[in-house]
């Protein structure tokens, strides 16, 4: 008799099927709210956050996100005058061997100012590295004067990538030399490498002019109408990832210096012009604030400097003037919030607070050459482009090369 239904079949235990398990979201335990916890992320310095993916799957996620990528730049960028937060990257040249030297510095006075060299991506038998400069934490190297090596890096991630040379043949007869610059798009999120070929005045060949973008990988090139030819194997100047050039314009009223900037939106070249001041004073470039200045000095008066600022709508305009409490050899640049960074005959680089013409710093590199140091206002960043891979770590040679090379930051 077969067994009736319902009969030695008890209710199934477990026909739902179980949810699997999941990673757990890692805030949700705390007290705080997500949207702090991220914005506390986000102000945190690249070396943490690296250490921090490896807490769990969540935060390794987010901090890859680009949304978070451009909120942590947007915080590591930004003036911050209560930390007095400035760094700045050197580039000097040891005095024996000339091999360069790449070191992040804090400019700051009132935190503990570490000195941290870094390992140098360039190759080291290339002699003429050039640092073209730094925008949204990626740095540009180059080999002068033909631009024959380019090299993209980002320091805080230690990672770094080579440009392809263009493949556009040279003018027959010419000998040119090739400026670079680096430029930031950041409503295409694309990085830009131009490349300037001056043919030199005796030629009277305008600057050939060519773009190459990460996005499509690959060279294009530049109109340029204006004829300009550039003075320099590097831009003078990134602002908010416009790149400035000091150039010479050929026109009715003759050759006369003018500013030449890459227009990242419309993907042109422009021109400013210069401030009316007597043509024997020396200039220098500088970010102040987020805004195009130049720093002016009598080259028989190394005491008095001029500070301009360009306005969009007043042009240039006298901000002060300086007076430098000693005489110094030259000025090497400054940083974001106007102090000055000037070096004496000895190679010593000094920090002066424009307002109160007072040294506020002074950095010591040993066994590194006069004349050779160069600051660059440099912002970490996450930013990676395709194609990067991991800095070697600086080979056991250089390292002894440079041995007792050592930069001394300290406060006064």
Aim: with cysteine; charged share 25%.
């Amino acid at each position: 008799m077969p067994p009736s239904k319902g009969k030695g079949k008890g209710k199934k235990k477990g026909k739902s099927k179980k949810t699997k398990d999941r990673a757990p979201d890692a805030t949700c335990n705390c007290i705080l709210l997500r949207e702090i916890i991220i914005d506390i992320l986000s102000r945190l310095p690249v070396k943490t956050l690296l250490q921090f993916r490896c807490v769990c799957k969540p935060w390794r996620k987010l901090i890859s996100k680009p949304n978070f990528i451009d909120t942590h730049f947007l915080h590591s960028s930004s003036l911050q005058p209560s930390t007095g937060s400035l760094p700045v990257l050197l580039h000097n040249r040891h005095l024996e061997s000339s091999d360069h030297r790449l070191s992040l510095i804090n400019l700051s006075p009132e935190s503990s100012s570490v000195v941290e060299e870094l390992d140098n991506p360039f190759p080291f038998f290339l002699q003429y590295m050039v640092v073209v400069g730094s925008c949204n934490g990626i740095v540009c190297l180059c080999q002068a004067p033909l631009g024959d090596s380019i090299i993209l890096w980002n320091p805080a991630m230690r990672q770094s990538r080579d440009v392809p040379l263009s493949k556009s043949k040279p003018i027959i007869g010419t000998h040119p030399c090739v400026s670079i610059g680096l430029a930031y798009d950041s409503q295409k999120n694309d990085f830009l490498v131009l490349s300037l070929k001056s043919f030199g005045p005796q030629t009277m060949i305008a600057d050939e002019v060519e773009m190459f973008s990460t996005k499509s990988f690959s060279w294009e090139r530049v109109p340029n109408e204006m004829g300009f030819r550039v003075v320099g194997l590097s831009c003078h100047l990134i602002i908010k990832g416009v790149p400035y050039w000091v150039a010479l314009l050929d026109d009715a009223h003759g050759s006369r210096e003018v500013l030449v900037y890459f227009d990242v939106t419309k993907r042109v070249l422009d021109k400013l012009h210069m401030p009316g001041v007597r043509l024997d004073l020396l200039g220098h470039l500088v970010n102040l604030e987020d805004s195009l200045g130049i720093l002016l000095w009598d080259k028989t008066d190394k005491y008095n400097v001029e500070i301009w600022v360009m306005d969009d709508e007043d042009g240039w305009s006298k901000k002060c003037n300086v007076e430098m409490l000693f005489g110094f050899d030259r000025i090497i640049g400054c940083s974001r919030n106007g102090n000055i960074v000037a070096e004496d005959e000895n190679g010593v680089l000094f920090l002066v607070d424009p307002v109160t013409s007072s040294i506020k710093a002074k950095l010591c590199t040993g066994k590194a050459k006069s004349g050779f140091s160069m600051i660059f206002n440099y912002s970490e960043s996450l930013v990676l482009i395709e194609g990067m891979r991991p800095v070697k770590k600086q080979a056991a040679r250089d390292k002894l090369a440079r041995a007792g090379m050592n930069i001394k930051f300290t406060t006064t």
